[in-house]
């Protein structure tokens, strides 16, 4: 009897170990990436068929294996989808078109990216809101529009949400469905209309303990509502995003509850409209519990008024980087204790009423790369102790009331400034910086173009308004270049300029206009006027097609209108009035 069941023993053990080895086999292939599921196939590509992609991006959507497909990624193990990234990260070849519902048929998708993408003002469909696995949506800057659906509260393994709207209007009726995405970490509802849910948002929001960054920037919320806990459950919040709101009130000590905030790293309530108490009480609050996390605080541009000078409080925070209180915030003089913000990279004082110098401290801040102290009440001279601040890419002092010179102290060790904007004259002409804009107007730089001017490889923008100027325009002027070359000057520099805009009116430039100006094929803005330059205007820039304003103005030419500039499509702005021009322009 045994020995008729032992065939039967050998068959059965023979079909178990091919079952396993098969099974071994799959498990391999699909660790390798080998294959996906034939319904997960077909639910992308009828995905793909609903989309509009004028680039060609989901030209490698072909063949039998989506695992490997661009922007597609399956589970190594079972060869499901998990992953769909199409976010637009060139700039311009966007995707447009319809959301299929053919992706529910993806069952273990867990993110989802279509964000920089075009979709024209289509509502984000309410089946997203259906995919159980879902962990990380993004959404933002695709061009969605309409009412934001709640049925997006049912994803409630989500920890990444960004609906963040630009050109079409999103809106929500209420945030109720927030409270059900109880593993939330970054939520960004940024530029959508949340003015119907004003009397209920901050208790939504507080209903996500796990939340770590909140960007609301752009919402439409005026007022707060009164809810008394306000963010008392939010203590693991790292960055707090209310800008270009309007919320108007006096004091936010209600609002923050900043004892629960300690791990806070950036806030931004720029563009509110928010009393001057408030802030300085926030800042004074802020410096007590926030001290050694903060990083970034931007406040500006909260029309506070008159009468509040900076708080000293400022230079507690021992780790910040980023300093923005610009727009009629503050006056009195800037408080000795900024000098302790060692860490600062930024610092936007701009278009307050600061007054008194300069401090001499200022060049303790060794790590800031952006210093703005323009339009200001600033007056002295400029400190020398600015030349310590080698990280210096943007330096603007312009629109105060400085004296003095500017000398190499100043600048010999600025190496990597860019952007320089000032209202005084150089005195010595040895720079090792390398501008792309500069703005120097109102002020005396010398009877000659200054040749300092020469050593600059990199210029986009110049102005050098009522500056004193009576010298010829020499050619180098049309010369300069971004590349640095040096090399000899070829002939045709003017085809590799980088030079954009040109300004250098009410001078007293004369001579004629050189020629080679034709070879700045980049230049979009130029304007001679009021000077007193003579001769005919050139008949050779009808290469630059770029040009939208044209002023020459105020000067002495003479002669015919030439008919390239009636041929130049872009040209928007064309000034010619006050010389001895004769002729018509021609249609």
Known sequence: MANSKTPLLILIAFLLTLFFELLIIEADLNSKGWGCAEGERKALLEFKHGLKDPFGRLSSWVGADCCKWKGVKCNNQTGNVVKVDLKNRDGFSYLGGEISDSLLDLKHLNYLDLSLNDFQGIPIPDFLGSFERLKHLDLSYAEFGGMVPPHLGNLSQLSYLDLHGVKYEMRVSNLNWLSSLSSLKYLDLGNVNLSKASTNWMQAVNMIPSLLELHLSSCELSGFPHYSNSFVNLTSLLVIDLSYNNFNITLLGWLFNITTLGNLVNLDLTDNNIGSEGIIELVNDLSIWCNNSLEELHLGHNELGGGHQLPDSLGNFYNLNSLDLSFKSFDGPLPNSIQHLTNLESLDLSTDSISGPIPTWIGNLLQIKSLDLSFNLMNGIVRSSIGQLRQLTVLYLDGNSLEGVISEIHFSNLTKLESFSLRLSPKKESFRFHLNYINISN?????????????????????????????????????????????????????????????????????????????????????????????????????????????????????????????????????????????????
Request: aromatic share 6%.
């Open 443 to 587: 002020c005396d730089v010398s009877p000659m173009f200054p040749v300092w001017l020469r050593t600059q490889k990199r210029f986009r923008h110049i102005i050098l308004k009522n500056v004193g100027i009576s010298d010829t325009i020499p050619e180098w002027l049309w010369t300069l270049d971004i590349d640095g070359s040096t090399c000899p000057i070829p002939s045709n520099i003017g085809d590799s300029s980088s030079l954009e805009v040109l300004h250098v009116s009410d001078n007293l430039l004369n001579g004629s206009i050189p020629a080679s100006i034709g070879k700045i094929k980049y230049l979009s803005v130029i304007d001679l006027s009021n000077n007193q330059l003579s001769g005919k205007i050139q008949r050779k820039w009808n290469n630059l097609n770029q040009l939208y304003t044209i002023d020459l103005s105020e000067n002495k030419l003479s002669g015919g209108i030439p008919s390239w500039m009636c041929s130049i499509s872009s040209l928007w702005h064309l000034i010619l009035g006050k010389n001895n021009l004769t002729g018509e322009l021609s249609t």
